[in-house]
Each structure stands twice: as C-alpha cells, then as structure tokens.
C-alpha cells in the first residue's frame, strides 16, 4: 500500500512553517527546478511576505537552460545525464550564485507517466540543497501520477529546506534573534513618494552612501499603522524598512548587504 501524494494544502502548510522559520533567521532562499516546473516557488510565494526571503528561481526544464542560465557543466550532463546527483549539486550551486541567497534547492526528476527507463524509472526525483556550509542531496522514487510526483518533489523540497533552517539555528544561532523596539530601531533618510495606496522608494542612505532602489516587495501595514517592506539596491543588497507616517519617520529593521560569490 502506497501513501497518497500530498495535497495543496499539505504544502501550504510546509511553505508557511518554512517562511517562517526563514524570515525569523534572515535567510534567504532561491530554487533552480527542473520536473517541478516552478511549483516550490510558486507555494513558497503563495504566502503573504515571502518577498522578504524568496529571492527567485529558475525553471531549467532544457538542458540548454541548465547550460547556458545555471551554469551546468556539459560533461556533467553527458556523463551522468539531466536526472542525477551531479546534476541537481551544479543546479542548486548555480541558482545559488545567480541570486546569491544564504540557501538554495534544486529538483531534477522523471514527474511520467513516460520518460523511464530500467535504471531510471518513473518517479525519480533528485533534490539537493547548496548553501555555505553544508551540501545535501536526497534521492526519491514517487509512485504516484504525475502531479502526484511533482507534489511530492515540491514538499520534500520544502521539508530539505527546513530541516537545514532549523538544523542551522541550533548550531549557528542558538537563541533565537530578539526584535527590536521600534523606537530603538535607527531612523534612516529614506527618498520616496506616496502614489497609489503605497510608498514608493527610490532611494536609501546607508552608511554614508546613497543606495538606488531597483526593487520593492509586497508592503504590509501594521496594526499601529506603520509600513513594514523589503526593498532591493542595485548592488544587490536589501534592505528592510519601517515607514511610520504619523511620527514622519523611517526606521531600517534589517540590512542585508551586498554578497559575493566566488
């Protein structure tokens, strides 16, 4: 007897624990998915604030988008084939680098119902995760349909990527980060406008340079009516912001300088 796939709701319920637990510890996460086809960001997105930890993700379906976008090797690729360990490790480390985030999963597989072979058969999934200071890789064998076995990629993805967020606090981040006041929160000079029910940032001033915003992610309004968001640099840091309207004040609740991958 065979366990039933999980459902999309069993999966919302992985992606909110994640979110969670990446949001308390700032890190930051990209996917590079191959047979999921876009279905671990897209749950992951599917929750309110996640633009403050999901950085992005690549769907490499083709060789050629492993290639050319992740960064795969070509022998890698002949020698071992699109469905293999080596594989998924070049295609989370590659998405990884692109984005540069703390963490990152990758998902490569056989979703059927054709495609197998005898040493490769319907269902086999590899995912790995690359991130500074571990590489993991899990391999699968899903006895479901086809959406039955993208969904069950998607949640051991999300599971991978939890067990090292919580596997990692106990070792790099024993206690876990105490927020803030607001009113100890440094007030930055921020240039933005109002338009439309929302800020509009174009500018921030952190350490004595003015830093071009080139992105800004979903704004929540707080019950005492401050505005909390994430907004993204040109030198690829980020940075996240409390604008309180009443007090005419902004506040910088965290600062994720830019990162550099060799």
């Known amino acids: 007897m065979t366990h039933n796939a999980p459902t999309l709701a069993q999966l919302r319920e992985l992606s909110v624990e994640l979110g969670a637990q990446l949001d308390q510890h700032h890190l930051t996460i990209a996917l590079a998915e191959s ?10 997105t599917d929750i309110a604030g996640s633009s403050h930890y999901v950085m ?10 492993k290639m050319h976008v992740l960064g795969v090797r070509p022998e890698t690729l002949e020698a071992h084939g699109a469905v293999s360990p080596e594989t998924a490790q070049e295609m989370a480390r590659g998405v990884r680098t692109l984005l540069q985030t703390d963490l990152a999963v990758s998902v490569t597989g056989i979703a059927g119902p054709g495609g197998g072979t ?21 391999m699968h064998v899903w006895p479901h349909d086809r959406i039955g076995n993208k969904h069950a990629s998607v949640a051991a993805g999300l599971r991978l990527a939890l067990h090292y967020v919580k596997e990692r606090s106990i070792r790099v981040d024993p206690k876990p980060p105490v927020e803030a ?22 500018a921030v001033w952190l350490e004595g340079q003015r830093k071009q915003v080139v992105g800004v992610g979903r704004q929540q309004r707080t019950p005492e009516g401050v505005w909390r ?26 600062y994720w300088p830019a990162r550099r991958y060799a």
């Open 35 to 44: 047979c999921t086809g876009g279905m671990i960001a897209s749950i992951l």
């Open 56 to 65: 992005g993700g690549v769907v490499s379906y083709s060789n050629f988008a």
């Open 118 to 138: 005898p040493e490769k058969p319907v269902g086999l999934v590899y995912l790995h995760l690359a991130a500074e200071d571990v590489d993991w890789g899990e």
């Open 181 to 202: 006041e607001q009113d100890a929160m440094p007030m930055i000079l921020v240039e933005a406008s109002w338009r439309a029910g929302e800020w509009r940032p174009q």
């Open 229 to 254: 968001m994430t907004v993204e640099f040109g030198d690829g840091g980020r940075a996240e912001l409390l604008a309180d309207a009443q007090a005419g004040v902004w506040r910088l609740r965290r």
